[in-house]
């Protein structure tokens, strides 16, 4: 596999970022990107999952501290067959029905001493559909708990190859269905990263579909959403050039290890669904930029919604918001999705 460009050729933050935007690019590439290499040269959904753990592991524990004053609180949650659902709020571990699944981790909830009770963001991880852990989204749930002033949880959702995507999106649309039960619609919000955002915007799509009865929350925030896996290295290779981390061939590992049959399948491409349910999904923030190797995907998307919130920052990458440093087209994209929480929330 083609894991990076020419060694030879030294790779430098885009001239368009702030002097902090600057450093936190060049921590995604020296640090971040080494690991991403490693596991394409493996090639396997473990050497992705092992990346992210060492990744993890490194992370410092004063960078994992509140950014603010406002402290976050976390705790972990669990489904347990035959008990009610979740009510998030709560203090303590809260327990949940999810059938045929069994006792398991529904997932991580982070809230700040400024989230109100009546507020909840599900963001659905990214990590391929095959890797990554709530708990290494605890910064982003901060920083999202404190713009929406919500609780957030990140679910624990089944990881392929060792479910089929459709199992692993059937687990997305029941954690919807059982937070949309203890929450009024118009206060509740989706998110996603990567391919967490082709989840959140699958599950939309479903909810679009009205294949079942299930209201639609207030709005979504789709971050660098990879809505389409018909599109893989061969074709994207030449948008990485400054992306700092992600590296082209991880898509293959994503795809090579999604289970089905075909690309073109919307429940795995939601880019490539009928055009007709684009019209009835909520207000969308859709966060790219410029060197996000993923960014057409983002503006095809905004192109299918009505009236989306597009922010493309220039020189910002992939998920670049997961990032741990604080920089300020961080800070001006917390901003912009704060805007938005707080003009959709009911």
Known sequence: ???????????????????????????????????????????????????????????????SEPFTAKSPLREDIFWKPGEKPIHLPAAGPQTAGLPGIGPQKIGRVTRTTESRKDRCIIHFHGGGFCASEPEHYDDLSAKLAEAGQATVLVPQI??????????????????YRHVSRRFRPDRLLLSGDSSGGNLALAVLLHIASEK????????????????????GADQLRDASHDEPWLVPDLLEIVRNNSTVESFDDPSISPLLDDEKKFA???????????TDMLRSQSLRLAEKVDAPILLDQPGIWHAALINQLRFPEEREALKKIAEFCEGHFG
């Open 280 to 290: 009835e999904l909520p207000p969308l923030f859709i966060h790219t930029g410029s």
């Open 212 to 231: 079942e009865e299930l209201a639609k929350p207030a709005g979504a925030i789709l971050m660098s959403p990879y809505g389409d896996l018909s599109e």
């Open 158 to 175: 089944r990881q392929t190859p060792e479910c089929s995507h459709a199992e692993l999106l059937k687990d997305c649309i029941a954690v």
């Open 1 to 63: 596999m083609e894991t990076s460009l020419d060694p030879k050729t030294p790779r430098t933050p885009p001239a368009l970022l702030s002097d902090e935007g600057k450093s936190a690019w060049n921590v995604s590439n020296t640090c971040v990107r080494p690991e991403m290499e490693r596991a394409c040269q493996q090639g396997t959904a473990e050497a992705f999952r092992a990346a992210l753990r060492t990744l993890h592991s490194r992370r410092s524990p004063r960078a």
